[in-house]
Structures are given as C-alpha cells and as structure tokens.
C-alpha cells in the first residue's frame, strides 16, 4: 500500500475509535438500544458500586433513602418499584432506614447487574428485595400494584423516557409517589437525541397524570424530580390513549 493509502486507513481507524468511543463510553450504547445498554453495564457490573459510582451508605440516606422513606411514612408497609435498578441502590438505602417497613422489586436488563445487588444484600433484608430481569417499559405487574415507583440515573438510556414513565404510572397507584432523575450538565447534551433542557423535562412531566411535581438539583449530573400521581385523570395518561 502506498504511504498515502496508510495514512487513510489511520485515520479511519481513528476515526471509528472516536465513534465507539463516543457510543459505547459516553453515551454507554444509548443509540444501539437497551441491550447494549444493559450489556456495557453488565461489563462493569463488579465495579459499579464502590470504583464507579463509589456509594456512600451516609450520603445515600440523605440523598435518598430518608427522605424517600419519609414521603411513604404514612404507608403500610410500602411496596417500591425501582425501575433500572442495577445494583439496587435505592432498595439497599431503603432497608438501611428505620423508617421504612416495606419491600422494594428491582428490574433492570442487566443480569450481572441484578446478581451483583442481590450479592451485596444484607441477609437480613434479603425476603423484603427482588430482583427481576425486565425492560422498564413492558413491566410484567398489574396497575396500581405499587406505592412508590423511582426511576433514578437511567431515563436518558431509554428510547422513549415518555414511555416509561407512562408505563411506570400504569403500575403506581393513584395518590403514589414517583421519584425520577433527569440528566443535567455537559455529558447529558453528548447523548444525541436522548437530552432534554430543564424545560423539555418539566414539559414532559407536565403532560403526564401528576400533580405536586418538584424538580430539585440533585447531583452535579442529576436533577431529581418527586411527584405525586394524580388520582382521577391517571388511567387514561398512564396508558397514553
Ligand atoms: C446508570 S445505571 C443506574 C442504576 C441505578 N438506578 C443507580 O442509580 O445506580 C442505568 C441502568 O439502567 C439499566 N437500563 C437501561 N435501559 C434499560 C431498559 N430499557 N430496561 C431495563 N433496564 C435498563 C441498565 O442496565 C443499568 O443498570
């Protein structure tokens, strides 16, 4: 091959690393469908909790697991969803508060995922968790099976986030408490096609059968936003008809 040819053939190797990169890395396979999604998380599974994401028992009760038990205080023992769960992290903060007396369901895609939570689960808290393989918007539960449904770091993986959030209200009852993010920041805007401004996002909530919607800052790349779903108008936005 001519050194020109050789040139060429470099740079459309870079140029093909650059795109795998951008896919598989930063937008974590968004665009190859939830498959791949849960594969590239199932690759890292192992090292989600403490070398990725590093959870803090401490900063996940104030975060998360108080106050999420607090919004269902006034619940018999309540039952959660928790929609692309991964390692079940809002299941294992939950546990952890003694506010809370009730179970959680955990669903994701990612096998590796799921087994490595259930690993992680204290035994004592392992008949009040479950773990299932399912895509978060085809959810294999009756309406209104749940208290609470959260959805938290995985909506902007999805290919219809309005989707699954429609198919999250189907499965919450009327009066439930939803607990979702919405990527922010830098990273959120490399997800082509999947980001949505703060005002998209709000939009979105708008359109859905909830009432008391509060979106607050969260984390550096997370909003979190807490809603309440609506009583009467609920059945007809849930199913999307
Ligand atoms: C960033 S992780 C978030 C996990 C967990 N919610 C947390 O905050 O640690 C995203 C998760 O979404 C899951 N996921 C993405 N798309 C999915 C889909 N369509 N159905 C089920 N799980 C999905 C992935 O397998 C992965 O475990």
Not at 40 to 45: E, G, N, Q
Not at 163 to 172: D, I, N
Not at 195 to 201: A, I, K, Q, W
Not at 208 to 235: F, H
């Amino acid at each position: 091959m001519t050194p020109e040819g050789w040139v060429v053939v470099l740079l459309a190797a870079i140029g093909v690393g650059q795109l795998a990169y951008w896919e598989l890395v930063l937008c974590e396979g968004a665009h190859l469908g939830p498959r791949v999604v849960a594969a590239t998380y199932d690759w890292v599974a192992r090292r989600y909790d403490a070398d990725i994401k590093h959870f803090d028992p401490v900063v996940e009760s104030t975060i998360l697991g108080l106050p999420l038990a607090t919004a269902l205080i006034e619940v018999d023992a309540p039952r959660v969803l928790d929609l692309a769960a991964g390692t079940g992290r809002t299941a294992r903060a939950l546990v952890r508060e003694l506010a809370f007396d009730g179970s959680v369901v955990n669903v994701d895609l990612a096998t590796r995922m799921l087994r490595t939570g259930r690993d992680a689960l204290p035994a004592h808290a392992a008949e009040r968790v479950g773990w299932l393989r399912a895509p978060v918007d085809q959810l294999p539960f009756a309406d209104a099976a749940f208290d609470a449904v959260v959805c938290l770091e995985a909506l902007e993986f999805v290919p219809d986030a309005e989707r699954v959030l429609r198919e999250a209200l189907r499965v919450l009852r009327p009066c439930g408490v939803l607990l979702i993010t919405h990527r922010v920041g830098p990273y959120a805007r490399l997800i082509l096609g999947h980001y949505l401004s703060r005002t998209d996002f709000a939009a979105l909530l708008g359109r859905l059968p909830l009432n008391d919607i509060r979106i607050e800052r969260w984390q550096v790349e997370y909003d979190l936003a807490w809603a309440i779903r609506s009583a009467e108008s609920g059945e007809r936005g849930a199913r999307g008809v």
